[in-house]
């Protein structure tokens, strides 16, 4: 897949400035004219390969500033905000958004916070100001969900742990027990009656419940190991992150332990491969890697490596009632999993009536944009016989015109009719869905006695 243009001038400008720099003379260092470097600045030319190299030799450039420090989380998470109700009146494309963050990346930035922090609207994925979750989901989404330092630590380590034996929970189980002194202990439901793992500091034991499948065993085992072998890593991207408030600190500190016990056990190259042989087929990238559909799911959105990148997957996990309790955009910028809203028309929410089966379907957003997604029912470890059985449906999604290779794909005309959806009847303005509960934010309904339409709920504008 061919790589992405780079279009970086705020990190270069803040560069610049931190050293002290005219354009001209940084310009002079850079080996290019002062001309060219405005035009990067204004965020008009992108940054190339080799430019990028003079920055990283001359100005200690780090190039994960790109990911982590895009004012407002960058173009896409600007629009998604934009694409509150309350600002439907404006028209605001994406160009006036490319310009605003190019001539004012530090107003861009304060609108973001302020607009965060106060939960503006109560608008598409809009979060109220003392919910420690978006923070967090902020932070996750600077990064595009992919953390290089924590992706090769994990792979270094998941390589030893191969070499040593061909069972990764077993060679996970020994180097707890040979490096930390600490044993895993399955223990029966009486004695973890509503815990399914518990570290025993004072026993050395990692206690795991009966209730936990093997890909959830593995992954509780990689997650302890997360926490003792990766915690320099962590510990720099939390720090890097300066929450204010502690339970969004420890809300990442344990995505950050998640993401390295996934990708230990779904190590970076060997996962990407395989995923380029399969075609992305999640079902048999699960049993080749031991995981459950979650896990591959999430690992999906994951595959952003600087020069070996996957397809930009987007996840998200909802409920019946619509809500979602897990949502990465990745690199996909689909606004598709930012809205509180769900479409009715998507078919995501069809695999609850199939529990266990894919769900495919080819959709088409209002701003265009299509794209293949599939979805399947999962349910979380622990359920006993009597209980309240909960169940979670978790779609994956990918643009129409990446997917061409995918074997959900085989057999669909990705360039035919596609379901127009929206982000929920408040934040869409398709006409006449028959499908409409609401009528838009922002707009009147308009009334008509002398007909009567696919949709009551006509407003003015359509």
């Given amino acids: 897949m061919a790589e992405r243009k780079i279009i970086a001038g705020h990190a270069v400008r803040r560069v610049r400035r931190q050293a002290g720099l005219s354009q001209a003379a940084m310009a002079e260092a850079l080996d290019i004219s002062p001309s060219y470097l405005n035009l990067i600045e204004r965020n008009q ?53 490319a310009e605003w963050l190019a001539a004012a990346p530090g ?15 109560g608008g598409a994925g809009v979060p109220t100001a003392d919910d420690p979750v978006a923070p967090v989901r902020r932070e996750i989404e600077r990064w595009r969900n992919h953390f290089a330092d924590l992706d ?57 419940s009966e209730l936990l499948d093997p890909a959830s065993r593995t992954f509780a085992a990689a997650f302890q190991l997360a926490q003792i072998e990766a915690r320099g890593e962590i510990d720099a991207l939390v720090g890097g992150a300066g929450f204010a408030d502690r339970a969004a600190e420890r809300l990442y500190r344990r995505h950050l ?18 995923c380029e042989a399969t075609g992305y087929d999640i079902e048999l990238l699960q049993r080749r890697f031991g995981a459950g559909f979650e896990q591959a799911a999430h690992r999906l959105t994951t595959l952003q490596r600087v020069g070996a990148r996957g397809l930009p997957f987007f996840m998200i996990r909802v409920d019946r009632a619509g809500q979602a309790s897990k949502r990465y955009a990745g690199a996909s910028g689909a606004s598709l999993v930012e809205s509180d809203g769900r479409c009715p ?32 029912t999962v349910a979380p470890q622990g359920h ?14 990918v643009e129409a015109r990446l ?32 499908q409409r509960s609401l009528a838009p934010a922002g707009r009147a309904l308009t009334i008509n006695e002398r007909e009567r339409r696919l949709t009551a709920l006509t407003f003015a504008g359509d």
């Fill in 45 to 97: 030319r992108p940054l190339s390969a080799t430019l990028l190299v003079r920055l990283a030799e001359r100005f200690d450039f780090d190039a994960r500033a790109l990911a982590a420090g895009e004012p407002a989380g960058g173009a896409d998470a600007l629009r998604r905000r934009l694409a509150d109700p309350m600002f439907a009146d404006l028209e605001i494309d994406r160009h006036e958004v």
């Fill in 107 to 121: 107003g861009a930035e304060a609108f973001a916070r302020v607009f965060d922090r106060l939960g503006a609207g």
């Fill in 152 to 208: 090769a630590a994990a792979e270094g380590l998941a390589d030893e742990l191969r070499l040593g034996a061909g069972d990764l929970y077993g060679a996970i189980a020994e180097r707890l027990r040979v490096r930390h002194s600490l044993t895993i202990r399955i223990l029966p439901i009486d004695v973890l009656p509503d815990v399914l793992r518990r570290l025993d500091l004072h026993a050395r034991q990692l206690q795991l």
């Fill in 257 to 274: 332990a998640s993401y390295f016990g996934a990708a230990v056990m779904m190590p970076y190259a060997r996962f990407l491969r395989a």
């Fill in 345 to 376: 028309l998507w078919r995501l929410h069809a695999a609850f009536d199939r529990p266990g089966s894919l769900t495919v379907d080819l959709v088409e957003a209002e701003d265009a944009t299509r794209w293949l997604t599939m979805a399947r």
């Fill in 384 to 397: 006993r016989a009597g209980a309240i059985s909960a169940e979670f449906v978790v779609g994956l999604g």
């Fill in 403 to 434: 997917a061409g290779t995918l074997a959900a794909a085989r057999g669909l005309d990705l360039a035919g009719a596609a379901m127009p959806i929206g982000l929920g009847c408040r934040a869409c303005f398709r006409p006449d869905c028959p």
